[in-house]
């Protein structure tokens, strides 16, 4: 059996021509598949009974099952879903004035390994297919009150987009599909740990917006806490950028978390300055959420204005961003972390 919302529209185009049906079938199947987000196949109640009846013997729409919701002081929403092989993921709304943004995972875990991230410290399991990560949407415009709109789509969660690449474009596909979830491709973000290849391509195939989580001005030190620089080191990474199509008013958001007396002095904070030269960007300073066993700590708020103002000097456009839901663990992958250790004293619907 294979899961109808694994289908992007041009590929339910090639499905219904594959079954001898009229494309217009493709529309209507995927109209109901994204917009009215139908669960079942026999929900699709204007599709006629005995086409429904043939779609059920081969397809079924698979979602995910949120397990728990858990809402921080600040209003970001987390949840915890569990995917069709008893994997799972987390997916944080956050609210902010004038936006309402939902950040999904693109893997159950990660294979990156970044050494301040929990995510990265409890593995890799598999890429999400195109189905989960329609259905991260889907649950979260479940939960939604009367009149709430999702304004932004960021990949940010857990996993590395760009090593799932081919379900990450299907999944823009559809997020950007007028048909599907309408979202403008200027409302969509993909950030990536520094991919090289992955970001190349992606310049080339979406027309989006690309975040990249630097967090070290040297080989060395991002090494150290982001292994994956070993593969695509920094000259590789920051000539990708360099070269990144950026189209409109689009910039590139360079991701900084700041890391105790690693990666958060002003020496690198006036390296970091030179080493965005010439790339039309703005940074997110990051304070660090501390989670149970990390090896590190969150730099003080008079280190991180310090090196906010440097980078200011340096004629750059800086946000601090609030470490939004740090009561509830918010950061990429800690959702779960919490969750695994509080079911294994609670039953499962108790644990938020
Ligand atoms: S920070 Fe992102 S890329 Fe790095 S280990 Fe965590 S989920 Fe993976």
């Not at 970044?114 to 598999?126: E, H, K, L, P």
């Amino acid at each position: 059996m294979k899961n109808l919302r694994d289908f992007t529209h041009p590929e339910l185009v090639g499905l219904m021509a594959a079954m001898g049906e009229k494309p217009y079938r493709a529309e209507q199947v995927y109209n109901w598949l994204f917009h009215r987000r139908a669960d079942r196949i026999d929900a699709m109640t204007d599709i006629a009974k005995s086409f429904r009846e043939r779609l059920k013997k081969d397809f079924y729409i698979g979602g995910i099952k949120i397990l728990g919701v858990k809402k921080s002081s600040d209003g970001t929403g987390k949840f915890l879903s569990l995917l069709e092989d008893g994997s799972k993921i987390e997916s944080v709304l956050i609210p902010e004035t004038d936006r309402l943004t939902l950040c999904v995972s693109t893997q159950a875990g990660c294979a990156l390994g970044c050494r301040f991230c929990m995510t990265g410290a409890s593995g890799f399991t598999r890429d999400l297919t195109l189905a989960e990560l329609a259905g991260e949407v889907i649950a979260a415009i479940s939960m939604l009150d009367e009149g709430e709109r999702i304004t932004n789509v960021v990949l940010m969660g857990m996993g590395e987009p760009l090593a799932n690449y081919g379900n990450v474009l299907r999944f823009i596909n559809v997020l950007t599909d007028g048909k599907g979830f309408g979202f403008s491709h200027n409302r969509i973000t993909v950030s990536t740990a520094g991919l090289v290849p992955g970001i190349r391509r992606l310049g080339i195939d979406a027309n989006v917006n690309l975040a990249v989580s630097l967090n070290a001005t040297t080989d060395g030190t991002r090494s150290r806490i982001m292994p994956i620089n070993r593969k695509y080191p920094m000259d590789d990474l920051i000539g990708a950028l360099k070269s990144y199509p950026l189209h409109g008013k689009k910039n590139i958001t360079i991701e900084y978390v700041l890391l105790k007396d690693v990666n958060d002095t002003l020496e690198d904070a006036r390296r970091l300055t030179r080493l965005l030269k010439g790339i039309r960007c703005k940074i997110n300073l990051i304070p660090f959420n501390p989670f149970p066993g990390a090896a590190y700590e969150r730099s003080s708020d008079e280190r991180a204005a310090a090196f906010g103002k440097v980078l200011l000097d340096g004629g750059y456009n800086v946000f601090t961003r609030q470490s939004k839901g740090a009561d509830i663990l918010a950061a990429c992958g800690q959702l779960r972390g919490r969750y695994e250790e509080e079911a294994s004293k609670e039953k499962p619907d108790d644990a938020f």
